[in-house]
């Protein structure tokens, strides 16, 4: 069994997660006023960097040290995002107004703590350096994906897929690509609860072609430098941590001369980009 499942699984079984719920202390209120509740209240308080060093051995189970996540996809990228995004999706996955089976029990105020932890916790996320080398799609479709991100994404997650404050808006530049495909899955099939609407009307129509190569254009984004760590950097605040591969095999080797192969043929057409919502 991998670290994470079985780190999972004793939170369960010790903590009593269902009782922690804030949903099931306050049936009165729905998760989303629940979870806005508890936004408003971590926004208020003043963080404590150093106390989010502490808290944040909880989230290094999955996210690692550096907050990297796994180019998989199983886990997303963190660090360097925003501090208002980071307590928003906390808040909502706490009150369940966001399922996330594997996040929730390390998320809950027994394990995690109350809204001084999350908004400690929060800031040293954000301020993490960002992976350099984050996971990216096949680069086949890059021109299409771009022009599907000017017209349907730049508007909210900017130009460069920074983000925006103040509208909880996540920054999307150098998020894993396999990542992005999950969510983005979710967002359509309306699995993820928190969804913006404003998002959910403009993918609505877009092909799975678009879809590809639009979130392939987004993962090869670049935050800027200053955000951005070294080659080889590693958090030096988890001197003792053992980095393994979390239970996933390493990547094989790829077949010799396979970069000598010719070049495949261009893809067929397909419709262009659909025109954004009005």
């Not at 800027?224 to 393994?244: C, H, I, M, Q």
């Amino acid at each position: 069994m991998s670290r994470p499942a079985l780190a999972i699984r004793l939170c369960v079984a010790l903590c009593g997660i269902a009782s922690t719920s804030a949903s099931a202390e306050d049936p009165v209120k729905g998760p989303a006023e629940i979870a806005r509740l508890e936004y408003e209240q971590v926004m208020s308080l003043t963080p404590d960097l150093e106390n989010g060093r502490k808290v944040y051995l909880t989230c290094a189970v999955c996210h690692r040290p550096e907050g990297w996540g796994s180019p998989d996809g199983a886990y997303p990228q963190i660090a360097g995002q925003l501090r208002p995004v980071i307590i928003k999706q906390l808040a909502d996955i706490r009150a369940r107004n966001r399922d996330n089976p594997l996040m929730y029990p390390f998320s809950v105020p027994r394990i995690l703590g109350g809204a001084q932890n999350v908004a400690d916790v929060a800031v040293y996320v954000a301020q993490l350096p960002m992976t350099p080398e984050n996971g990216v799609g096949p680069g086949v479709d890059l021109p299409l994906g771009k022009d599907v991100y000017t017209e349907h994404c730049s508007k909210c997650h900017g130009e460069n897929g920074e983000g925006n404050e103040a509208e909880h808006i996540p920054a999307i530049a150098g998020q894993h690509y396999l990542y992005l495909m999950r969510q983005f899955d979710a967002i359509r099939t309306g699995r993820r609860k928190n969804s913006d609407p404003k998002m959910v009307k403009q993918i609505d129509g877009l092909t799975p072609r678009h879809q590809a190569a639009v979130l392939d254009y987004t993962a090869r984004l670049r935050p800027p430098e200053t955000k951005l760590a070294k080659t080889g950097w590693t958090n030096p605040d988890f001197p003792s941590y053992v980095r393994d591969p979390m239970g996933v095999p390493p990547t094989p080797p790829m077949p010799a001369g396979l970069m000598d192969a010719p070049v495949s043929v261009e893809p067929p057409a397909y419709p262009s980009v659909p025109p954004a919502p009005r």
